[in-house]
């Protein structure tokens, strides 16, 4: 079953903001998004960074900061509205969250960064899986070593042939190549050709240096070079990664995000990288670095 995992957040957050004073767990969150605890923990921890327990306990002190500054309620009775049965458990939650006291923050009216809501927006769906907005590299020389292939677009379509060669390179050559700097690394590397009815990808890994090349390999040097990077997170295995999806994702980049920034695509490449110690059988990170000016 695909799951539009965007539109499930984005009730996850509202329900939180609606039930804000109520007792929020995640057994409550994953019986109403019909999802397991583990999956919903998972899908919010791998966009986020943080668990979804820790946001909802964020989002309801910075209710209570606000109502300590804006209402006459004692700090006991904001406790309560907030789902702490003792006054000690809210001070102590309230310091490790902030680094002040409620009583110290109510009598000093200081600055505080608080727990904001989660901006949805900044997610994009796509078939069983989200695209997250991107941030940006300055990212060094470096280099990499792997197989090259020229694959049709009917090719992969029909056999899956960006997969193939993908789990074929793991499988069969990656340990091979000297200078390898994660043997669980795994990078695709895209050269741009001219007429652009097929892929001139490689199937490659990063290493330390191109000296060594293995018969029939290619290295390349990719100078120091600033990249926008967008993070696609699956909720498939690895292998579900093909042209067809690459190619959905990059018209996304190249249509609505491109051509609504300030930034333009500077050398006739970019590269997908998939740490492959990251990876399960039902879930997958793939990073796409483009060189831009």
């Known amino acids: 079953m695909i799951v539009d995992y965007k539109e499930t957040l984005r009730f996850v957050i509202d329900y939180i903001e609606m039930h804000i004073k109520e007792d929020i767990n995640l057994d409550h969150l994953a019986h109403i998004t019909y999802l397991s605890k583990f999956h919903l923990h998972r899908v919010f921890k791998s966009i986020t960074s ?18 300590l500054l804006n209402t006459d309620l004692s700090i006991l009775k904001i406790a309560l509205d ?6 000690q458990s809210f001070n102590r939650a309230f310091k490790q969250e902030f680094q002040i006291s409620p009583a110290k923050y109510r009598k000093e009216k200081c600055e505080l960064f608080i727990t904001h809501k989660l901006d949805i927006n900044n997610f994009y769906s796509f078939d069983n899986g989200l695209l997250i907005s991107p941030v940006f590299f300055l990212k060094p020389e470096f280099s990499i070593v792997g197989l090259q292939h020229q694959i049709s677009f009917e090719d992969d379509r029909r056999n899956g042939a960006v997969s193939k060669a993908s789990v074929d390179f793991c499988n069969n050559y990656l340990h091979i190549i000297p ?4 043997t669980k690394v795994f990078i695709g590397f895209d050269k ?13 890994t990063e290493v330390t240096t191109i000296d060594n090349i293995p018969k029939d390999m290619v290295g390349y040097v990719i100078p120091t070079t600033q990249f926008v990077c967008f993070k696609y997170i699956g909720f498939h295995p690895p292998e579900e990664i093909n042209a067809r999806k690459l190619i959905s994702l990059f018209n996304f980049i190249f249509t609505q995000w491109f051509p609504n920034s300030i930034f333009k695509q500077s050398k006739p ?3 997908q990288r998939l740490d492959l110690k990251k990876c399960t059988d039902s879930y997958c990170e793939m990073e796409m670095f483009f060189p831009i000016h």
């Open 192 to 204: 741009y050709n001219k007429k652009r009815d097929y892929l001139d990808y490689t199937t490659a």
């Open 82 to 87: 907030y789902n702490y049965n003792q006054e």
């Open 269 to 271: 490449f970019h590269f």
């Open 179 to 182: 200078n390898v700097k994660d």
């Open 50 to 67: 943080e668990s979804l327990i820790k946001y909802v306990r964020g989002r309801k002190l910075s209710y209570s900061a606000y109502d």
